[in-house]
């Protein structure tokens, strides 16, 4: 017999075909932590009873996939409340950072922090993601900036998985910034990254992907390629900050090497969208960042449409640019900044969101075979989790078929 078996539900599959992959009156049979049935009630092999140990009637509520964030810096210590003072009174990200603030200021404080600290820090962040739906979420590190808090930084990711019911996919974003004491010497630092901290990540398989940061402010995209080439050496994917700030042709360059991302984009040429649908890689938007930043230029939506580029949302959490812990905020600033329809920011963050990570495989959609990672929520129809603000209609959220 199944596990569970839902009824009377109203699936979003995130499959196709119909908006939103629509089923009414549908089921989903969970069976050893999968999903063993997910379609019309009508067509179940048999009466619910005798199919499944325990039967749930959901009562016309809405069912979609768990939440996946597939952006965020979840990890770090400290917090940059006075940098938001500052850009409030007119100085910019980029001035902030160049006067010690900015990403520098956190890797002081995560320097400093204890491997437990950490994860003590990042638990309450994580709560308010998973009490929204999120069942899979992708940490990254970029606050150390040396080996050893790298390392340190992505130890703590991984813990977090065992302190909580959900997945983590951990991805070294050593190349973030240039750490004060390689300052003026930003290709000494690369090397130091490519030789020693990408090496002792995937050695200790503590990474699951790799990041840069391809900006002015950051790392140019000769940089970033020598990064990407040590990172395919050792068999881990790549994803990239590109366009955020300025066109360095960051996201051409990531699309080349496969990545699976290439997440913010404001400044993305519309021409390039074509590379990106070429190669596969999914738009991470991130609408917290652009809010936060106050940022005016918006990725090109339509020239992502028209070239069939996935595109995925995240709440890029972290303490900086976006300090967003609600999956369910950014869905709706997606379609209020970003032009998105609901079914445009539902899909980037289910079905989109596990493109991005490489996990669509396994999650992602309702769908036989798949883990039984679900959310039903006290809803009627999936455009109802763009529409509210600051209103969590989460019912029940299923981890690994386990209600």
């Known amino acids: 017999m199944w596990d569970t078996l839902l009824m009377n539900a109203c699936l979003a599959t995130l499959k196709g075909g119909a908006p939103y992959g629509l089923i009414s009156e549908g089921a989903v049979g969970i069976a050893d932590e999968n999903i063993v049935f997910a379609g019309p009630a009508r067509d179940l092999p048999g009466q619910p009873d005798a199919l499944a140990r325990n039967v749930i009637d959901?009562?016309?509520?809405?069912?979609?996939?768990?939440?996946?964030?597939?952006?965020?810096?979840?990890?770090?210590?400290?917090?940059?409340?006075?940098?938001?003072?500052?850009?409030?009174?007119?100085?910019?990200?980029?001035?902030i950072a160049r006067e010690g603030g900015g990403i520098l200021s956190t890797v002081n404080a995560t320097r400093a922090a204890s491997e437990d600290a950490l994860v003590e820090a990042a638990l309450p962040r994580l709560d308010a993601l998973l009490a929204e739906g999120v069942t899979t979420i992708e940490i990254k590190s970029g606050y150390g900036l040396d080996t050893q808090t790298e390392l340190k930084m992505l130890r703590a990711a991984r813990r977090l998985a065992d302190e909580r019911n959900v997945r983590v996919k951990t991805t070294l974003l050593a190349a973030h910034a240039v750490p004060p004491e390689f300052k003026d010497r930003p290709d000494d630092y690369i090397a130091l990254v490519?030789?020693?901290?990408?090496?002792?990540?995937?050695?200790?398989?503590?990474?699951?992907?790799?990041?840069?940061?391809?900006?002015?402010?950051?790392?140019?995209?000769?940089?970033?390629?020598?990064?990407?080439?040590?990172?395919?050496?050792?068999?881990?994917?790549?994803?990239?900050?590109?366009?955020?700030?300025?066109?360095?042709?960051?996201?051409?360059?990531?699309?080349?090497?496969?990545?699976?991302?290439?997440?913010?984009?404001?400044?993305?040429?519309p021409e390039d969208?074509?590379?990106?649908?070429?190669?596969?890689?999914?738009?991470?938007?991130?609408?917290?960042?652009?809010?936060?930043?106050?940022?005016?230029?918006?990725?090109?939506?339509?020239?992502?449409?028209?070239?069939?580029?996935?595109?995925?949302?995240?709440?890029?959490?972290?303490?900086?640019?976006?300090?967003?812990?609600?999956?369910?905020?950014?869905?709706?600033?997606?379609?209020?900044l970003f032009r998105m329809t609901p079914e445009e920011a539902l899909a980037g963050v289910t079905r989109n969101g596990a493109k991005a990570l490489g996990v669509d495989a396994n999650a992602g959609t309702i769908e036989t075979g798949k883990r039984a990672d679900l959310c039903v929520w006290r809803a009627r129809h999936p455009s109802e989790l763009s529409y509210t603000i600051g209103h969590n209609p989460l019912k029940m959220r299923i981890f690994n078929g386990h209600l």
């Open 58 to 95: 959901l009562d016309g509520a809405l069912v979609t996939p768990g939440l996946i964030d597939c952006h965020t810096h979840l990890v770090y210590a400290g917090d940059r409340a006075r940098e938001f003072e500052a850009r409030l009174v007119g100085k910019s990200y980029e001035e």
């Open 194 to 269: 490519c030789d020693e901290i990408l090496t002792e990540a995937a050695q200790q398989e503590l990474a699951d992907a790799v990041d840069g940061f391809c900006e002015g402010i950051g790392f140019s995209r000769a940089q970033i390629e020598r990064v990407f080439e040590k990172a395919v050496s050792l068999g881990l994917s790549v994803k990239l900050h590109a366009e955020q700030l300025s066109d360095l042709g960051g996201a051409v360059m990531a699309a080349r090497y496969g990545a699976l991302s290439a997440d913010h984009l404001e400044y993305l040429k």
């Open 273 to 336: 969208a074509a590379a990106l649908a070429d190669a596969g890689t999914v738009a991470v938007l991130l609408p917290g960042a652009f809010y936060y930043l106050r940022e005016t230029r918006m990725p090109p939506m339509e020239a992502l449409r028209e070239a069939g580029v996935p595109m995925a949302l995240a709440t890029d959490c972290n303490p900086g640019t976006s300090p967003l812990t609600s999956l369910l905020l950014a869905m709706n600033m997606g379609c209020t």
